[in-house]
C-alpha cells in the first residue's frame, strides 16, 4: 500500500516537474538581461566592471558623448571594386551600446553597387531603403538554400535573418542608401568572398577547387583577387 501511495504521489508530481524543466530550458536558451540601466565601454580597466565583453565606465562618469555618433551623416564612399560603403555604428563607435543589444549601420551604394553576400553571425538584420532601388535577398539553410528576394523601393524594409547569407544591389542608375539596424551591439560581418579566398593564411586551392566544382586556375585566379 505505500509503494502503491508513492506511485500516485509520484504521478501526481510528474506534471509539474516537466513544468519546471520547460521553464529551466527556457532560461538557459536565451542571454540574460543586463542588471542595470547602462554600461558605458570603456578601455581603461581602473576602477570599471567587465560586462558583457566590454568594461564599464561608472555611471556616475558616463557623459551624453557616449551615447552620440555622428558618423552616419555623411555619405560613405563607394569608389572601391564592389561599389559600396557599409558605416558602422555598434559598440566600437557608440560606447553606450555596450550591453544594450543593438546597433546601426549606413550602406551607400554607387550606381550598380554591391553589398556582396556575407553573414552577421550575431544579428538578425532590418534594412530600410532611404534612397534609391535595391535588389536585396537572403538564402536559407542547407538543404533548401532558398533564395528570398524583393525589389525594394524607398520606405521599404527587409528582413535577414540571423547567420544566413544576404545581399544587397543597387539596380538604380542612381545612388542608394538604407539604414540597418541590427539586433546586437556587436553583429559581426563575414563577407563570404572574401572568407573564402582571401582568408590569411589561404585555404588549399585543392578545399575550394572541389568545393565549388571549378578549375584550379580559376580558384588561384580569384585568390589573387583578394
Same mark, same amino acid.
Given at each position: 500500500?505505500?509503494?502503491?501511495?508513492?506511485?500516485?504521489?509520484?504521478? #501526481?508530481?510528474? $506534471?509539474?516537474?516537466?513544468? @519546471?524543466?520547460?521553464? =529551466?530550458? @527556457?532560461?538557459?536558451?536565451? *542571454?540574460?538581461?543586463?542588471?542595470?540601466?547602462?554600461?558605458?565601454?570603456?578601455?581603461?580597466?581602473?576602477?570599471? /566592471?567587465?560586462?558583457?565583453? !566590454?568594461?564599464?565606465?561608472?555611471?556616475? @562618469?558616463? #557623459?551624453?558623448? *557616449?551615447? =552620440? =555618433?555622428?558618423?552616419?551623416?555623411? $555619405?560613405?564612399?563607394?569608389?572601391?571594386?564592389?561599389?559600396?560603403? %557599409?558605416?558602422?555604428?555598434?559598440?566600437?563607435?557608440?560606447?553606450?551600446?555596450?550591453? %544594450?543589444?543593438?546597433?546601426?549601420?549606413? %550602406?551607400?551604394?554607387? $550606381?550598380?553597387? +554591391?553589398?556582396? $553576400?556575407?553573414?552577421?553571425?550575431?544579428?538578425?538584420?532590418?534594412? #530600410?531603403? +532611404?534612397? &534609391? #532601388?535595391?535588389?536585396?535577398?537572403? /538564402?536559407?539553410?542547407?538543404?533548401?538554400?532558398? +533564395?528570398?528576394?524583393?525589389?525594394?523601393?524607398?520606405?521599404?524594409?527587409?528582413?535577414?535573418?540571423?547567420?544566413?547569407?544576404?545581399?544587397?544591389?543597387?539596380?538604380?542608375?542612381?545612388?542608394?542608401?538604407?539604414?540597418?539596424?541590427?539586433?546586437?551591439?556587436?553583429? &559581426? %560581418?563575414?563577407?563570404?568572398?572574401?572568407?573564402?579566398?582571401?582568408? !590569411?593564411?589561404?585555404?588549399?586551392? *585543392?578545399? +575550394?577547387?572541389?568545393? =565549388?566544382?571549378?578549375?584550379?586556375?580559376?580558384?588561384?585566379?580569384?585568390?589573387?583577387?583578394?
Amino acid at each position: 500500500m505505500y509503494s502503491l501511495y508513492k506511485l500516485k504521489k509520484m504521478n #501526481t508530481l510528474l $506534471p509539474y516537474i516537466a513544468l @519546471l524543466a520547460m521553464a =529551466f530550458s @527556457l532560461v538557459s536558451a536565451s *542571454d540574460p538581461s543586463p542588471l542595470q540601466d547602462f554600461c558605458v565601454a570603456v578601455n581603461d580597466t581602473h576602477e570599471t /566592471v567587465f560586462v558583457n565583453g !566590454k568594461f564599464c565606465k561608472d555611471p556616475k @562618469l558616463a #557623459t551624453p558623448n *557616449d551615447f =552620440f =555618433f555622428s558618423g552616419l551623416r555623411l $555619405p560613405g564612399n563607394t569608389s572601391n571594386k564592389v561599389g559600396s560603403l %557599409v558605416t558602422p555604428a555598434n559598440v566600437a563607435q557608440i560606447p553606450g551600446l555596450n550591453t %544594450v543589444g543593438v546597433s546601426l549601420a549606413r %550602406v551607400d551604394y554607387a $550606381p550598380y553597387g +554591391l553589398n556582396p $553576400p556575407h553573414i552577421h553571425p550575431r544579428a538578425t538584420e532590418i534594412l #530600410t531603403v +532611404l534612397e &534609391g #532601388t535595391l535588389y536585396a535577398g537572403f /538564402v536559407t539553410s542547407n538543404p533548401e538554400n532558398r +533564395l528570398f528576394s524583393k525589389v525594394l523601393y524607398k520606405g521599404d524594409v527587409f528582413v535577414f535573418p540571423k547567420g544566413l547569407i544576404h545581399f544587397q544591389l543597387n539596380v538604380g542608375t542612381t545612388k542608394a542608401m538604407a539604414i540597418s539596424t541590427l539586433s546586437s551591439q556587436n553583429p &559581426g %560581418v563575414i563577407t563570404i568572398a572574401n572568407a573564402m579566398f582571401g582568408s !590569411k593564411p589561404a585555404i588549399s586551392a *585543392d578545399v +575550394l577547387t572541389k568545393a =565549388f566544382q571549378v578549375d584550379k586556375n580559376v580558384v588561384e585566379n580569384l585568390q589573387s583577387r583578394f
